[in-house]
């Protein structure tokens, strides 16, 4: 398997930009898929995930609200919208897949973002 996350820049702080991260490898439609990022000096956290079976999204709470993680399963594609980008968003965001919704068992290379304000 081999997710290939992308979409990330320089942005303003309430800018709106949308991950991308495509899977291959596998069958996508069975996998969960989430969304985690790591800013500087930080631990990763996570941000949110996608259910495979009903679509069904959880969120962290800093992210609860201003951002939407969505799969597009005939693409084989998931999607991070975030909306009103905080300085304190700034990070590598990374996308992950788990068979199981327990572990998480491949990972992106991550994409950056940098949220000026």
């Known amino acids: 398997v081999q997710l290939q996350a992308s979409g990330g820049g320089l942005v303003q702080a309430g800018g709106s930009p949308r991950l991308s991260c495509a899977f291959s490898?596998?069958?996508?439609?069975?996998?969960?898929m989430g969304w985690f990022r790591q800013a500087p000096g930080k631990e990763r956290e996570f941000v949110a995930h996608i259910s495979w079976r009903i679509g069904s999204a959880y969120y962290a709470d800093s992210v609860r609200g201003r951002f939407t993680i969505s799969r597009d399963n005939a693409k084989n594609t998931v999607y991070l919208q975030m909306n009103s980008l905080k300085p304190e968003d700034t990070a590598l965001y990374y996308c992950a897949a788990s068979r199981t919704g327990n572990n998480y068992d491949y990972w992106g290379q991550g994409t950056q973002v940098t949220v000026s304000s």
């Open positions: 490898g596998a069958f996508f439609s069975p996998y969960r």
